[in-house]
Nanobody, 124 residues
């Protein structure tokens, strides 16, 4: 059974840091990319970061470029998202997702399967 085991997130003050991790398991078919999209109440889904499985190329939405870093540990089969300099507008539920990466400004991940997500709240 396909699943994405997610962890991380939480509450942090503006300017702080949080991290997310995601461990995929049970996938019978390869996926081209893996990353995170976020969903805030009343806002559209936003694919914030993606990493290509074929060449390791990383993609970031403009809103998080320079603040977020995606990486993967092949030995642990785990993907990480390090989020620094967090802003209140980063508050959302972050879902790890598989699919494929795409070049874009507001969204860089086309998700075909995703986990239940973790809340990230940035507030003073």
């Amino acid at each position: 059974q396909e699943q994405l085991v997610e962890s991380g997130g939480g509450l942090v003050q503006p300017g702080g840091s949080l991290s997310l991790s995601c461990a995929p398991s049970g996938f019978k078919l390869d996926y081209a990319g893996i990353g995170w999209f976020r969903q805030a109440p009343g806002k559209e889904r936003e694919g914030v970061s993606c990493i290509s499985m074929s060449d390791g190329r990383v993609y970031y939405a403009d809103a998080v470029q320079g603040r977020f870093t995606i990486s993967r540990d092949n030995a642990k089969n785990t993907v990480y998202l390090q989020m620094n300099s967090l802003k209140p507008e980063d508050t959302a539920v972050y879902h790890c997702a598989t699919g494929w990466c795409t070049v874009g400004t507001t969204s860089v991940l086309v998700a075909t399967f995703w986990g239940q997500g973790n809340q990230v709240t940035v507030s003073s």
